[in-house]
């Protein structure tokens, strides 16, 4: 009598939509993915792979009392009690309180960018970040949400997206990304950007060059009449032209007096996101570009996302307002 030798996962994992590697002959998304990402995030960093590694988190800065704060700001659990189901098309007075805050997003961005350098700190960073979105009368979104610690997320080289500011110093040739939200009037604004700190290698400028045209190539793919899936058709086509791989696991999204609302927007072809664009419809475009594979792992901290195979991601993000014509990009300073 033989007995079949156990399948175990590949390094390279599948596309959401692709056949599960077990060889069910179901989606991947739909068998193996959620058990994958639970072992993924047991594992945590790879300490045998030299990279970005978790320094010291410093304690949760206050945010006073006279400042407006979204539902989940105090709670134990910072989950946020209002519903993810808020209208995708949002009326003239969310509009009109969406420009003011994505606004107030891209002027904090650009505020605390301007001190991107080698040797600070990404916790200095986040405070420079929480000072900013004070001074303009607003929340830094991030903090609390799901206990999130810090105002910001800073995710340097190989971190794809949710890196939590702490002690770590940028280093020479280092990228890093600033991922800004702000909640102001009653509503969230979002938006981010890699830098380039010190002297980086020209491969890694490529990456960032490429991550950025993504972002412009997604947001001319916004039409009205047109289904959502035409953003992550335009981006998927440029980043795999380019060499390079857009992150799967994590999209855009819906987004106003709700941070995160049901609406997703996939940032690789997805013929499933098939929500038609109307005007009124605000939401966010942020393709996650990886220079290698677009697999990810997950750190034991339950947020920090780094690539799989230790190669650089970068990522531009706009908060965006769908148009009789277009797109208008709301994360302007």
């Known amino acids: 009598m033989t007995t ?182 009653g509503v969230h604004g979002d938006c981010s950007a890699t830098y380039l700190v010190g002297n980086v290698e020209p491969q890694h400028q490529r990456l960032v060059q490429i991550a950025k045209e993504c972002l412009d190539i997604g947001i001319a793919a916004v039409k009205p009449g047109r289904p959502i899936s035409d953003i992550g058709r335009a981006v998927e086509a440029h980043a795999v032209k380019n060499g390079t791989s857009v992150v799967r696991a994590y999209c855009g999204h819906g987004i106003g007096e709700t941070f995160h609302t049901a609406l997703q927007v996939p940032h690789y072809y997805e013929p499933e996101a098939d929500t038609i664009m109307q005007p009124g419809m605000i939401f966010t475009v942020e393709p996650m570009i990886n220079q290698g594979h677009w697999d990810h792992r997950t750190w034991n901290d339950d947020w920090t996302v780094v690539t799989a195979d230790g190669l650089r991601s970068a990522q531009f993000e706009h908060t965006l307002l769908v148009t009789d014509t277009g797109a208008e990009i709301l994360t302007v300073p």
């Open 4 to 185: 079949a030798t156990p399948r175990t996962a590949p390094a390279v994992l599948p596309g959401p939509n692709d056949a599960c590697w077990c060889g069910s002959g179901s989606k991947y998304k739909k068998c193996h993915r959620g058990a994958d990402t639970v072992e993924a995030r047991k594992k945590g960093p790879d300490t045998n792979r030299k990279g970005v590694r978790p320094g010291l988190v410093s304690p949760r800065r206050v945010v006073p009392l006279t400042i407006g704060r979204p539902d989940y700001a105090d709670s134990v659990a910072g989950r946020p009690s209002r519903s993810r189901n808020e209208p995708d098309v949002k009326s003239p007075d969310v509009i009109a309180r969406m420009r003011r805050a994505c606004q107030a997003a891209a002027q904090v961005l650009v505020e605390t960018a301007q001190h991107v350098r080698v040797g600070i700190t990404t916790d200095e960073l986040d405070a420079i970040a929480h000072e900013a979105y004070l001074k303009r009368g607003g929340y830094p979104s991030t903090l609390n949400y799901h206990k999130f610690p810090k105002s910001l997320c800073t995710s340097v080289n190989e971190v794809i997206c949710h890196g939590i500011p702490d002690s770590r110093a940028l280093e020479d040739g280092d990228i890093v990304n600033l991922d800004i939200t702000i909640y102001l009037d």
